[in-house]
């Protein structure tokens, strides 16, 4: 069974970190550039970064950018994405997914791109 897991989300305080996982099963990550998505009540989903399946690119949104770093291993097949720094702002329902990109590299925050994704973990920021 195909899945990608999201863990890590809860409640932290303005200027907390956490660090969120997403871990795949059922494939192997390789192959795959990963993005983490975010969706905040009444407002669109927002692509925030993504790397690809390489190491070699990667990408933060500006409103991530200098807080959360995206990274991934591999060899675990997992995925992370630790945020610092952390706003009320960024409150929100994280998605991780994978797209398929063998042989093109690279990756990019376009959701209907991705072809797997995770049931997303909440992460809320508040004092």
């Known amino acids: 069974q195909v899945q990608l897991v999201e863990s890590g989300g809860g409640l932290v305080q303005p200027g907390g970190s956490l660090r969120l996982s997403c871990a795949a099963s059922g494939f192997t990550l390789d192959d795959y550039a990963i993005g983490w998505f975010r969706q905040a009540p009444g407002k669109e989903r927002e692509g925030i970064a993504c790397i690809s399946s390489s190491v070699v690119d990667s990408y933060h949104a500006d409103s991530v950018k200098g807080r959360f770093t995206i990274s991934r291993d591999n060899a675990k097949n997992t995925a992370y994405l630790q945020m610092d720094s952390l706003r009320p702002e960024d409150t929100a329902v994280y998605y991780c997914?994978?797209?398929?990109?063998?042989?093109?590299?690279?990756?990019?925050?376009?959701?209907?791109?991705?072809?797997?994704w995770g049931q997303g973990t909440q992460v809320n920021v508040s004092s």
């Open positions: 997914a994978a797209d398929y990109n063998k042989g093109i590299g690279g990756c990019v925050v376009y959701a209907p791109r991705y072809h797997y």
